[in-house]
């Protein structure tokens, strides 16, 4: 009887130690495609409003800065092949959870040059609305040094109609996005003009 639960309990560690194995090898496998599938077809359209003006490919000429044991990707907007404004991602605690923001700022004029939403898991037909023109557009051109806040809190964003929350985690995400892109904008510089020395 003993032996026949130690030879289950062998031949069960074996199928979870194999099962494990194959997971582990499967995630490997496709960790660059999934990876690749995310930036152009997640993180593309929220690029391609935020660098409107870019003449270049800011997923291909993007950048890894690490800061505080954390690996930010900026992406490089250039036109006419100089450096005009740079992106990346930042989050902030929506109603349902972190909203994903790719924010974009104009390195000349210290503005924002938009901001797009990656992700969220607000409620359809209401928070789901950050995601609109309508609102996004209104962080546009705002001074990257502004207090990005709701009207509600002190500041100058019309938040949406019954998804106060939501519009304030969008405020969030752009307010951190700003303060990490003048930690990040010195590095961003050295490695942009080191790539540059390199050609």
Do not use: W
Not at 3 to 21: D, H, N, Q, R, S
Not at 34 to 57: C, R, Y
Not at 81 to 107: C, N, R, T
Request: net charge positive; proline share 2%; glycine share 10%.
């Amino acid at each position: 009887m003993i032996k026949e639960y130690l030879k289950m309990i062998i031949v069960l560690t074996l199928i979870a130690t194999v099962c494990g194995f194959l997971l582990s090898a499967v995630k490997t496998f496709t960790y660059e495609r999934i990876e690749e599938q995310i930036l152009v077809n997640v993180k593309g359209p929220a690029l391609k409003n935020v660098l409107n003006q870019a003449t270049n490919n800011p997923i291909n000429d993007r950048l890894e800065i690490e800061l505080d044991g954390v690996i930010h990707t900026v992406f490089i907007g250039k036109k006419d092949d100089q450096l005009y404004a740079v992106a990346f991602e930042s989050k902030g605690a929506g109603f349902g959870g972190d909203i994903g923001v790719m924010i974009g700022i104009d390195i000349q004029k210290f503005t924002l040059s938009g901001i797009g939403i990656l992700t969220h898991q607000e409620t359809p037909g209401l928070g789901s609305r950050i995601s609109e023109t309508s609102f996004t557009d209104k962080f546009k051109g705002r001074s990257v040094s502004d207090n990005f806040k709701v009207k509600k809190d002190g500041g100058a964003i019309d938040a949406i109609s019954g998804a106060t929350n939501s519009s304030r985690g969008v405020c969030l995400a752009t307010d951190k996005g700003a303060a990490l892109y003048s930690k990040l904008k010195a590095e961003i510089l050295k490695k942009i003009k080191k790539r540059s020395d390199k050609k």
